[in-house]
């Protein structure tokens, strides 16, 4: 009885929970500091809204993730970071759980290595653990894989369309690259469908799934962009890049390294995950036609169609979740196995423990630049309240953030003349500001900085006027 397949997938089961459990805490300790560029614009958008309503007719901006900026509305500007990272921390615990989940589907050493997998990728940890809705949108992409994967399995009563529509339109509400998942799940889907029935079936299985969350995802794009189509209101950026081949390599390439451990670039990595995928095959892995759209097709489709802004790992998030899954169920494949396969599982879990913990250490050490130190060093010369010169906008959100979780009464002005204080802010590693720097006239010294190394952040110098 203790080596059944069912005992066996309890003890599965208690070692997801554990794993989960783990995450959540590692998640805990990265929402630490004040809230990065970002999350501090979102959180500022979602203030300036006033009301619920506000967020969908008010902001029309690309950093306006809707349901996660409700929470930042709810939650209040100076609210501590923690709770206004909650969702995200909750979500990527909560994926943690399905992730394992759909490995379980395959064995319970798959479901457990899958877990751990989740729990540990820097790029999970740095997305689940930050006032963003990357990780709320991979829960319920996630949620909708593995409904579709039962699905495909013949299992009676697992046909639900509309729980997938709700993942497609909670998912796109969240943050609307789940338009990639959702084409992906669809695809697969199709793919399967055609192999095992022919593509005039496969298409009509497919409608009658697919049809309702297909639905549900435009109503959620027309929702997003509403305001901007009706007229009223123009759809606007934070930034606007050309689509060059460099920064879509680069992104790529850091959403694989930070995803399975490997914060390094180098072209190994995308001919690592080409070479994964091709040799998955031969280990009996399942949903190769997934693996296949969300790791090959999906980024080479955004590189034809030139997408806008293509330097941001973070858009490519479908391609380190598809990855992780596969990886999952490759490893507890070979960990399965005997001799020289369970070594290479072995080597490649320990590789991914080590890089992921070096990376998530240094998430928790540098807090994404955190601004927190440079209004405690304004508090500390000036308690009651002082005037700060941000150079760029893209500091704004920072320091009024910041200044509102410690209740601080801090002005900022971003023109002359000098004010006796002076925020500089970087983006980029490596770019913290000289000692001394001369604006308005004025001589400044730096009194504290910050520098961010990982896969979100912002680097920064607080200087004082020296009279």
Same mark, same amino acid.
């Given at each position: 009885?203790?080596?059944?397949?069912?005992?066996?997938?309890?003890?599965?089961?208690?070692?997801?929970?554990?794993?989960?459990?783990?995450?959540?805490?590692?998640?805990?300790?990265?929402?630490?500091?004040?809230?990065?560029?970002?999350?501090?614009?979102?959180?500022?958008?979602?203030?300036?809204?006033?009301?619920?309503?506000?967020?969908?007719?008010?902001?029309?901006?690309?950093?306006?993730?809707?349901?996660?900026?409700?929470?930042?509305?709810?939650?209040?500007?100076?609210?501590?970071?923690?709770?206004?990272?909650?969702?995200?921390?909750?979500?990527?615990?909560?994926?943690?759980?399905?992730?394992?989940?759909?490995?379980?589907?395959?064995?319970?050493?798959?479901?457990?290595?899958?877990?751990?997998?989740?729990?540990?990728?820097?790029?999970?940890?740095?997305?689940?653990?930050?006032?963003?809705?990357?990780?709320?949108?991979?829960?319920?992409?996630?949620?909708?894989?593995?409904?579709?994967?039962?699905?495909?399995?013949?299992?009676?009563?697992?046909?639900?369309?509309?729980?997938?529509?709700?993942?497609?339109?909670?998912?796109?509400?969240?943050?609307?690259?789940?338009?990639?998942?959702?084409?992906?799940?669809?695809g697969w889907a199709f793919l399967v469908l055609c192999y095992r029935?022919?593509?005039?079936?496969?298409?009509?299985?497919?409608?009658?799934?697919?049809?309702?969350? +297909?639905? &549900?995802? =435009?109503? *959620? @794009? /027309?929702?997003?962009? $509403?305001?901007?189509?009706?007229? %009223?209101?123009?759809?606007?950026?934070?930034?606007?890049?050309?689509?060059?081949?460099?920064?879509?390599?680069?992104?790529?390439?850091?959403?694989?390294?930070?995803?399975?451990?490997?914060?390094?670039?180098?072209?190994? +990595?995308? &001919?690592? =995950?080409? *070479? @994964? /995928?091709?040799?998955? $095959?031969?280990?009996?892995?399942? %949903?190769?036609?997934?693996?296949?759209?969300?790791?090959?097709?999906?980024?080479?489709?955004?590189?034809?169609?030139?997408?806008?802004?293509?330097?941001?790992?973070?858009?490519?998030?479908?391609?380190?979740?598809?990855l992780l899954l596969l990886m999952g169920e490759g490893l507890a494949?070979?960990?399965?196995?005997?001799?020289?396969? %369970?070594?290479?599982?072995?080597?490649?879990?320990?590789?991914?423990?080590?890089?992921?913990?070096w990376a998530n250490l240094d998430l928790i050490e540098t807090r994404?630049?955190?601004?927190?130190?440079?209004?405690?060093?304004?508090?500390?010369?000036?308690?009651?309240?002082?005037?700060?010169?941000?150079?760029?906008?893209?500091?704004?959100?920072?320091?009024?953030?910041?200044?509102?979780?410690?209740?601080?009464?801090?002005?900022?002005?971003?023109?002359?003349?000098?004010?006796?204080?002076?925020?500089?802010?970087?983006?980029?590693?490596?770019?913290?500001?000289?000692?001394?720097?001369?604006?308005?006239?004025?001589?400044?010294?730096?009194?504290?900085?910050?520098?961010?190394?990982?896969?979100?952040?912002?680097?920064?110098?607080?200087?004082?006027?020296?009279?």
């Amino acid at each position: 009885m203790q080596n059944s397949p069912a005992a066996a997938e309890h003890r599965a089961l208690v070692w997801i929970a554990i794993i989960a459990l783990a995450g959540l805490s590692l998640r805990i300790q990265a929402a630490a500091g004040a809230l990065w560029l970002d999350e501090a614009w979102s959180a500022v958008f979602a203030h300036d809204a006033e009301t619920p309503l506000g967020i969908f007719t008010r902001i029309n901006h690309d950093n306006n993730h809707h349901l996660n900026s409700l929470w930042l509305q709810w939650v209040g500007l100076g609210a501590p970071p923690l709770v206004a990272r909650a969702l995200s921390v909750l979500s990527g615990t909560a994926a943690i759980v399905v992730a394992g989940s759909i490995g379980l589907r395959r064995s319970p050493a798959a479901g457990v290595v899958t877990a751990l997998l989740f729990a540990l990728s820097p790029a999970l940890v740095t997305l689940g653990s930050e006032a963003r809705g990357y990780v709320p949108m991979m829960l319920a992409a996630l949620i909708a894989i593995w409904l579709v994967d039962r699905w495909l399995d013949g299992r009676p009563k697992t046909d639900h369309p509309i729980a997938i529509a709700a993942c497609f339109y909670v998912g796109a509400l969240f943050q609307l690259t789940m338009v990639f998942a959702a084409c992906a799940i669809v695809g697969w889907a199709f793919l399967v469908l055609c192999y095992r029935q022919g593509p005039r079936v496969a298409l009509s299985r497919t409608a009658r799934l697919f049809g309702p969350g +297909l639905a &549900a995802l =435009a109503a *959620a @794009v /027309l929702l997003v962009f $509403g305001p901007a189509l009706s007229g %009223r209101a123009e759809f606007t950026y934070g930034a606007y890049q050309p689509f060059t081949l460099l920064q879509f390599w680069n992104a790529v390439v850091r959403m694989l390294g930070f995803a399975i451990g490997v914060p390094i670039t180098t072209l190994l +990595l995308p &001919a690592g =995950a080409l *070479a @994964v /995928l091709i040799l998955a $095959g031969a280990l009996g892995t399942s %949903r190769l036609a997934l693996y296949w759209i969300a790791i090959v097709a999906f980024p080479l489709s955004l590189a034809m169609l030139r997408m806008m802004n293509p330097g941001h790992p973070r858009y490519y998030l479908l391609i380190g979740l598809a990855l992780l899954l596969l990886m999952g169920e490759g490893l507890a494949a070979l960990i399965r196995a005997r001799g020289w396969r %369970r070594l290479a599982a072995a080597a490649a879990l320990t590789t991914f423990a080590a890089g992921s913990a070096w990376a998530n250490l240094d998430l928790i050490e540098t807090r994404r630049g955190d601004p927190g130190p440079a209004i405690r060093a304004m508090a500390a010369r000036a308690p009651g309240g002082t005037t700060v010169l941000v150079e760029r906008e893209s500091g704004i959100a920072l320091v009024v953030v910041a200044a509102a979780e410690q209740a601080y009464p801090l002005r900022y002005a971003t023109a002359c003349p000098a004010r006796p204080y002076l925020f500089i802010d970087r983006y980029g590693a490596g770019s913290r500001g000289p000692p001394r720097v001369t604006r308005c006239g004025a001589a400044y010294r730096a009194i504290a900085a910050a520098e961010s190394h990982g896969f979100s952040g912002q680097n920064w110098t607080l200087y004082e006027r020296v009279d």
